[in-house]
């Protein structure tokens, strides 16, 4: 089950596509961090996603707030999709154990193997103040993104 609103959200480090490990809490004392679940690294509509947070960078990540975006990818996927996409955000990778972080924050589709759509806004305390699960087809409206982290 998804962590809900005004619940604590779950800590978690995992390594990014440089192979550096990025911790959830080593964020706080920001206004918020993004998390952004997503399927895959290379697919259409996860690409679509996250070439929009890239071509608008300003509005979610700044001095105040951090975006992360994790799927089961492995570091190497992850290194060579952003590379190939001028991605300049950490990309975590929940590959081993297989999606535990995904299973976690309640999004992890066990049958397929991979990440929902999945985003989690997390303040400065580390509680959730937004949380939204898409199925895997369902792209997601980053404007909504946008007015939760202006309410923060």
């Known amino acids: 089950m998804a962590p809900e609103v005004g619940a604590e959200a779950p800590d ?6 440089n192979n550096q490990e990025v911790t959830l809490s080593s964020f706080r004392g920001r206004k918020g961090v993004l998390v952004v679940f997503y399927p ?25 707030v951090q975006v992360v975006g994790i799927s089961v990818d492995h570091p190497f996927t992850l290194k ?12 975590l990778a929940d590959f081993w154990p297989h999606g535990a972080v995904a299973q976690r924050y309640g999004v992890f589709d066990a049958d397929r193997g991979f990440a929902l759509r999945g985003t989690f806004l997390v303040d400065k305390e580390g ?7 898409n199925g895997p087809g369902e792209p997601r409206d980053q404007s909504i993104w946008k007015k939760a982290l202006a309410a923060l």
């Open 12 to 17: 978690f480090t995992l390594k990014d596509q």
């Open 40 to 64: 895959f690294a290379f697919s259409g509509i996860c690409t679509g996603e996250q070439s929009a947070v890239r071509d608008d960078l300003s509005s979610f990540q700044n001095d105040d």
């Open 80 to 91: 060579a999709w952003s590379q190939a996409q001028d991605y300049d955000f950490p990309l």
């Open 127 to 133: 509680t959730v103040r937004f949380a939204e699960v």
